[in-house]
């Protein structure tokens, strides 16, 4: 069955190269073709074709190609990425600006940008996957796009493809404890459930022993060991009884999230905009003064930075940027030959390899949940652990959640029906009663107001909502 034929829509997302050059080291024989869908010239002309040089400077010259058309980047498909931002990273910055005018949560995943995001880009993947029903029936779409959750739950719902959404903000999370733990993440047990960036952690085990109580008491100590633990009140999280994944932020601390973008002065979506414009801009002056040990170098530092700023603006009022700037100068540029793979990668191949019946085994995956959340439908995607094997993705029973967790999980998967109905129908009504049920916006009259801006300034892409 090796190798296979990898396509990635959105093949000049930032994320890829790294990605690629990830997969080629960690997995070099299991992909014979990797074909990147990019229809936007320069982001297909800049990331994408560092992707297709890197490979050849690796050793695998021919590998990774890249295109503008879908046909040929799906017909013989194994296995497809989605990783795609409709209405780029400028969508992105309209999509918390308007929320966060409001004093509300201004971010891309949750909240009313997250609803906006979803709502350019659901018909867009779906008419992806018509594509791929016909040109590669056979082929499995993994959905990294955001909302994962969401759009995974619409892809189930209306697309005629098998998927399965992965993020890695769980199983990081649950590394990170094992670390702290002196423990080896690769045999630490463990009980998890939820959302999309709307997940708990309720049991740890190290050699068999109960370790939550533990990391609750100990809880002052996890944050200073970790940034993401340290965005949470110790108390909270206690008399909660269960470890948050970080985006539960957004829900348990709206107000310091606000105030605290305030004092920066510019949200994450801004930020990343300034990067990522410098990004594209270095890439091609590197390619045009050098070559593809150039065009990394300039790729690597920025999305050091990027992943050094992550959160920093949303907690601390400061996006840390001259720090994390001076932090990457001082490392010197990345080599091409030194990869690591971890992050979205290292879930997405888990899961290949075991529905390819190479490594069966235990991932974190977002699939309709069964059984996993008794509280949900049996259709609702859910983020939970899954066996993965040559069947296809078995959910696991997940525990029992805190009370607060299930109140906040059944709140917003409520919200995400509603979207999902909203889209594929083109209601706009529906949409405004969809939003006015998530948990971070205040009623019905908030919601339409902010539907409506979210219309005139996405303008085409939102259209179809009448």
């Given at each position: 069955?090796?190798?296979?034929?990898?396509?990635?829509?959105?093949?000049?997302?930032?994320?890829?190269?790294?990605?690629?050059?990830?997969?080629?080291?960690?997995?070099?024989?299991?992909?014979?073709?990797?074909?990147?869908?990019?229809?936007?010239?320069?982001?297909?002309?800049?990331?994408?074709?560092?992707?297709?040089?890197?490979?050849?400077?690796?050793?695998?010259?021919?590998?990774?190609?890249?295109?503008?058309?879908?046909?040929?980047?799906?017909?013989?498909?194994?296995?497809?990425?989605?990783?795609?931002?409709?209405?780029?990273?400028?969508?992105?910055?309209?999509?918390?600006?308007?929320?966060?005018?409001?004093?509300?949560?201004?971010?891309?995943?949750?909240?009313?940008?997250?609803?906006?995001?979803?709502?350019?880009?659901?018909?867009?993947?779906?008419?992806?996957?018509?594509?791929?029903?016909?040109?590669?029936?056979?082929?499995?779409?993994?959905?990294?796009?955001?909302?994962?959750?969401?759009?995974?739950?619409?892809?189930?719902?209306?697309?005629?493809?098998?998927?399965?959404?992965?993020?890695?903000?769980?199983?990081?999370?649950?590394?990170?404890?094992?670390?702290?733990?002196?423990?080896?993440?690769?045999?630490?047990?463990?009980?998890?459930?939820?959302?999309?960036?709307?997940?708990?952690?309720?049991?740890?085990?190290?050699?068999?022993?109960?370790?939550?109580?533990?990391?609750?008491?100990?809880?002052?100590?996890?944050?200073?060991?970790?940034?993401?633990?340290?965005?949470?009140?110790?108390?909270?999280?206690?008399?909660?009884?269960?470890?948050?994944?970080?985006?539960?932020?957004?829900?348990?601390?709206?107000?310091?999230?606000?105030?605290?973008?305030?004092?920066?002065?510019?949200?994450?979506?801004?930020?990343?905009?300034?990067?990522?414009?410098?990004?594209?801009?270095?890439?091609?002056?590197?390619?045009?003064?050098?070559?593809?040990?150039?065009?990394?170098?300039?790729?690597?530092?920025?999305?050091?930075?990027?992943?050094?700023?992550?959160?920093?603006?949303?907690?601390?009022?400061?996006?840390?940027?001259?720090?994390?700037?001076?932090?990457?100068?001082?490392?010197?540029?990345?080599?091409?030959?030194?990869?690591?793979?971890?992050?979205?990668?290292?879930?997405?191949?888990?899961?290949?390899?075991?529905?390819?019946?190479?490594?069966?085994?235990?991932?974190?995956?977002?699939?309709?949940?069964?059984?996993?959340?008794?509280?949900?439908?049996?259709?609702?995607?859910?983020?939970?652990?899954?066996?993965?094997?040559?069947?296809?993705?078995?959910?696991?029973?997940?525990?029992?959640?805190?009370?607060?967790?299930?109140?906040?999980?059944?709140?917003?998967?409520?919200?995400?029906?509603?979207i999902v109905s909203a889209a594929v129908s083109g209601d706009a009504g529906l949409a405004a009663l969809a939003l006015a049920q998530h948990p971070l916006v205040p009623g019905v009259t908030a919601a339409r107001e902010l539907m409506d801006e979210y219309r005139e300034r996405h303008g085409p892409h939102l259209a179809y909502l009448r």
């Open positions: 069955m090796f190798p296979m034929k990898l396509a990635v829509i959105g093949g000049g997302g930032m994320r890829v190269p790294a990605f690629v050059r990830a997969i080629l080291h960690g997995r070099p024989a299991l992909f014979g073709e990797i074909c990147l869908l990019e229809p936007d010239t320069v982001r297909r002309e800049t990331i994408a074709r560092l992707a297709v040089e890197l490979a050849g400077a690796l050793g695998h010259p021919g590998t990774v190609h890249a295109t503008a058309d879908a046909e040929e980047a799906f017909s013989g498909a194994d296995f497809v990425f989605s990783a795609i931002r409709v209405g780029g990273d400028r969508g992105r910055v309209i999509d918390e600006e308007v929320a966060l005018r409001r004093g509300l949560v201004g971010q891309e995943t949750t909240g009313p940008g997250g609803c906006a995001m979803a709502l350019r880009t659901i018909p867009v993947v779906l008419s992806y996957c018509e594509a791929l029903a016909r040109l590669a029936p056979g082929a499995v779409l993994i959905n990294f796009t955001n909302p994962a959750g969401l759009i995974t739950q619409a892809i189930s719902l209306h697309a005629r493809v098998r998927a399965v959404g992965v993020c890695d903000t769980p199983s990081g999370t649950i590394g990170c404890l094992a670390r702290f733990l002196g423990a080896d993440a690769s045999v630490t047990g463990f009980r998890y459930g939820g959302l999309n960036h709307l997940g708990w952690i309720t049991s740890v085990t190290t050699g068999g022993e109960e370790r939550i109580g533990e990391l609750l008491a100990r809880y002052e100590e996890l944050q200073r060991f970790d940034h993401r633990f340290a965005i949470f009140d110790p108390a909270l999280v206690r008399r909660v009884g269960a470890i948050p994944t970080e985006y539960v932020y957004y829900f348990y601390d709206p107000k310091r999230y606000v105030d605290a973008v305030a004092r920066a002065g510019a949200s994450r979506g801004q930020d990343v905009l300034r990067l990522n414009e410098e990004l594209l801009t270095g890439v091609a002056k590197a390619f045009a003064a050098g070559g593809v040990h150039d065009a990394w170098a300039a790729y690597s530092a920025l999305m050091g930075i990027r992943h050094d700023t992550y959160m920093r603006a949303d907690a601390d009022g400061d996006s840390g940027q001259a720090r994390a700037r001076a932090s990457r100068a001082a490392a010197g540029p990345g080599r091409l030959d030194d990869a690591r793979l971890g992050g979205y990668e290292g879930i997405a191949l888990r899961v290949i390899e075991g529905l390819t019946s190479r490594h069966p085994g235990t991932v974190i995956v977002n699939t309709p949940g069964g059984g996993a959340l008794g509280f949900l439908d049996a259709d609702d995607v859910a983020e939970v652990p899954a066996f993965v094997h040559g069947g296809g993705v078995a959910p696991l029973a997940c525990g029992e959640l805190p009370r607060s967790a299930r109140a906040l999980i059944t709140q917003v998967k409520e919200y995400e029906r509603g």
